[in-house]
C-alpha cells in the first residue's frame, strides 16, 4: 500500500552524521503543521459553507453576523430542491451519463493500451504520437460544428447528445498505455500465445486482471470529469432535461438567487465525489500523482 | 511435419492466426481514433470553414463571405476586451496558484504525520464542480451580505462591490479558480519531487543551507520539466475559463460578463456570440481566434519556462 508513499534514502546511511541530519529534515517542526493546516481549512471551508447555507432558510442570510454554523432547515431546504426543481431527474441523469462515459472510456482505454503497449503493428509510433497530440487540443473549440451535428440528428436535449463525444478520452489510452507497458509481463502474453490463445482471449484473460488498479484510477478521474462537465451539456440540454449541473446554473441563473434552494443543490451534487474520496481517496492520490511522474 | 489433409486444415489455422495477430490492434485502437475523429477532429477543423460564412441558426442561407468574419472580428471591441480580460484572469490565476503549489508540496516533502490526511483535503477543491465552485463563492463575494465583506469589514475594510469593479470581479474569479487547483498542482509537483535524491538534500544542510534555499537550488531545477508541464497544461485551461465568469454574472447580465463585460472571457464571448446570438458563422471565427492564442501562448509559455531554466 505504502510502497509508492515511502521514500528510501539513496545514500547509504553509514555515518551516524548523515543519519543525524536526515532525520532534521524529515522531522518538520508545529509551524508545517499549521501551515497545512491552514490551507485544509481553506481548502474545506466553502464546501462547509454550502452546509451551512444549505441548512438555513433565505431571511437567516442576510442577517449580520451572518451564521457560521449549521441551523435546522436542512430537510426543509431538500425538500424544496426535490419538489420545486427536477432535482432528481438531474441526479439520474448526470448518474447515467458518468457512468456510461466511465463503463466506455474505461473499456477502449484498456484495449488502445493493451495494442499499443503490446501489441506489434504497422505505424504504431506515429498513431500513439497522434493521442499523445490530441490531449493538448482544445476540442471545446469544435462546439458549433457539434452542435449542428447533433441538431441534424435530432439529439438536442438527449442524453446521447453529452455522452458521445466523450466515449473515448486521449488521456485514457495514455494514461493504460503508460500503465500495461510496464505492468504486463510480455512473457505472460507469450505464453498465452503458445497456448493457442487469441488475441481477445488474452485481452480478457491476461490483460484485464493486471490492467485492473490502473482501470479504478481511471474510471474514478473520469467519473468526476462526467460528473462534473458543464460547458457541452449546457449547450445541449435544456433545463427540463438536465444534468446535475445544468440545473445548478439554471437555478443559480435567476434575477433573484434563491441561495439556500441553490446551495442545497451545490452541496447534494458534491457529496458523491465526497464519498468517492472519503473511500478511494489514496488511490486516486495515486493515480493522479503516478500519471504526473509519467507524463 | 502433418500429411496432406491436416496440412489443409492447419493452414486454415494459420491464416486466421494471422490474420488474428494482424488485425487486432487495429480493431483495439479503432474505437478511439473513430469516435474522436468524427466528434473531436472533424468538429474543430468543420469550425474553420462555417467561419468562412455567414452563417446562422435562424436562417437556411449560408453565404460565403471569405475572411469577412476575421475582419471584423479584428475591429471588434468586445473581443479585444474578452482577450485582455482572459489574460488577467489567467494572469492573476495561475502565477499565485503554481507559486502556492510549490511552497505546499515543499512542506507535503517531509515525512509528516497523517501524510494521506493532509494530501485528501488538499485535493478536496478539485472534486467539487466548477459550476458549484462558482455558485458558493459566488454567494462568498456578495455585497451586502458575504461572507469575505463580512470578514473585511471586521477588519476594518469598507464593502467591496466585487461584482461591479474590473479589478475586483477578475480578482474573485482568479480566487476561485486558485482555491480551485492549488492542491492538485501542489499533489503533481509533490510525485515529482520525490524523485530528486534525498543525498542532494542532505548535501544542502551540511551545507548550511535553509529549507527555501533547497526550495530554490535544488529542487525547482531539478523538477523543471513537470513545472513546464503544468504551465502549459494551465495555459491551455485558462484561456478557456467559461463557467466562473457565467454563474459569476449570475442574472441578468451572465452572457456578457457582468454590466461593463468587466469580466467576459474568450469562452464565454464564443458562447454569447454562438448561443445567444445563434450567429455560428461569427462564433465559429471567435473559435479559430481562440485557437490561434491558446497555441501562441503554449508556445510562448514554453519557450519563455525554457529560457528561465537555462538562464537558472
Known amino acids: ?295 | 511435419m502433418p500429411g496432406p489433409a491436416p496440412l489443409k486444415e492447419f493452414d486454415v489455422k494459420s491464416w486466421l492466426y494471422r490474420a488474428d495477430v494482424k488485425a487486432s490492434p487495429y480493431l483495439y485502437i479503432s474505437p478511439f481514433f473513430l469516435v474522436f475523429g468524427a466528434l473531436g477532429v472533424f468538429p474543430l477543423l468543420y469550425t474553420a470553414w462555417v467561419s468562412l460564412h455567414k452563417w446562422s441558426l435562424l436562417s437556411e442561407q449560408h453565404t460565403f463571405v471569405g475572411i469577412d468574419n476575421y475582419t471584423h472580428l479584428l475591429h471588434d471591441s468586445f473581443f479585444w476586451n474578452a482577450l485582455g480580460n482572459t489574460v488577467s484572469i489567467w494572469v492573476l490565476s495561475t502565477v499565485p496558484q503554481l507559486v502556492l503549489a510549490l511552497l505546499l508540496a515543499h512542506i507535503l516533502n517531509n515525512r509528516l504525520r497523517g501524510e494521506t490526511i493532509w494530501r485528501t483535503g488538499l485535493l478536496l477543491p478539485n472534486l467539487a464542480s466548477v459550476a458549484a465552485v462558482a455558485i458558493i463563492f459566488g454567494q462568498l463575494f456578495g455585497r451586502d451580505f458575504g461572507l469575505i465583506n463580512w470578514v473585511l469589514g471586521l477588519a476594518g475594510g469598507g464593502h467591496i462591490d466585487w461584482h461591479a469593479g474590473t479589478a475586483t470581479s477578475q480578482l474573485a474569479i482568479s480566487i476561485m479558480i486558485i482555491w480551485r487547483w492549488t492542491g492538485y498542482n501542489a499533489l503533481i509537483y509533490l510525485a515529482a519531487m520525490q524523485a530528486v535524491p534525498d543525498s542532494l538534500h542532505e548535501a544542502a544542510i551540511i551545507d548550511g543551507a535553509s529549507s527555501l534555499q533547497r526550495l530554490r537550488k535544488i529542487t525547482i531545477p531539478a523538477i523543471r520539466p513537470t513545472i513546464i508541464f503544468t504551465v502549459i497544461v494551465s495555459t491551455i485551461g485558462g484561456m478557456q475559463v467559461f463557467t466562473e465568469p457565467l454563474l459569476f454574472g449570475a442574472g441578468s447580465n451572465s452572457l456578457t460578463g457582468g454590466s461593463d463585460r468587466q469580466f467576459q472571457t474568450l469562452s464565454l464571448y464564443l458562447y454569447e456570440v454562438g448561443f445567444g446570438r445563434y450567429d455560428f458563422g461569427y462564433a465559429s471565427a471567435t473559435a479559430w481566434m481562440m485557437f490561434l492564442v491558446i497555441a501562441l501562448a503554449a508556445i510562448g509559455n514554453y519557450l519563455l519556462t525554457r529560457r528561465i531554466r537555462r538562464a537558472g
Open chain 1, 1 to 295: 500500500m505504502t510502497a509508492t508513499l515511502t521514500r528510501t534514502p539513496t545514500s547509504t546511511a553509514g555515518s551516524r552524521l548523515s543519519r543525524l541530519r536526515r532525520v532534521r529534515r524529515l522531522r518538520p517542526g508545529p509551524l508545517t503543521y499549521l501551515t497545512l493546516t491552514a490551507f485544509v481549512f481553506f481548502s474545506a471551508f466553502p464546501l462547509y459553507w454550502s452546509v451551512v447555507v444549505a441548512s438555513r432558510d433565505n431571511s437567516v442570510l442576510g442577517r449580520v453576523p451572518p451564521p457560521l454554523f449549521p441551523g435546522d432547515q436542512l430537510i426543509a431546504n431538500l425538500r424544496r430542491v426535490f419538489d420545486t426543481v427536477p432535482f432528481g431527474l438531474a441526479m439520474v441523469n448526470s448518474l447515467i451519463v458518468s457512468s456510461v462515459i466511465t463503463f466506455s472510456v474505461v473499456l477502449f482505454s484498456t484495449l488502445a493500451g493493451f495494442a499499443f503497449a503490446k501489441l506489434r503493428f504497422r505505424g504504431r509510433p506515429g498513431l500513439y504520437v497522434a493521442v499523445i497530440a490530441t490531449m493538448m487540443v482544445p476540442t471545446q473549440l469544435g462546439i458549433i460544428p457539434l452542435y449542428m451535428l447533433m441538431a441534424k440528428l435530432e439529439l438536442i436535449d438527449s442524453l446521447y447528445a453529452v455522452i458521445a463525444p466523450n466515449l473515448v478520452s486521449a488521456f485514457g489510452v495514455f494514461f493504460m498505455t503508460q500503465y500495461l507497458t510496464a505492468a504486463l509481463p510480455t512473457e505472460l502474453l507469450e505464453a498465452g500465445r503458445v497456448d493457442g490463445a487469441t488475441t481477445i482471449r488474452l485481452f480478457w484473460h491476461v490483460v484485464l486482471p493486471v490492467a485492473r488498479p490502473a482501470a479504478a484510477v481511471l474510471g474514478m478521474l473520469t467519473f468526476m470529469n462526467a460528473w462534473n462537465d458543464f460547458f457541452w451539456p449546457l449547450v445541449v440540454l435544456t433545463p427540463e432535461n438536465p444534468t446535475v449541473q445544468v440545473l445548478l446554473s439554471s437555478i443559480a441563473s435567476g434575477y433573484f438567487t434563491d441561495y439556500s434552494l441553490t446551495l442545497t443543490g451545490t452541496a447534494l451534487a458534491t457529496l458523491p465525489l465526497i464519498l468517492v474520496l472519503a473511500v478511494l481517496g489514496k488511490q486516486l492520490i495515486r493515480g493522479i500523482m503516478q500519471g504526473a511522474v509519467k507524463g
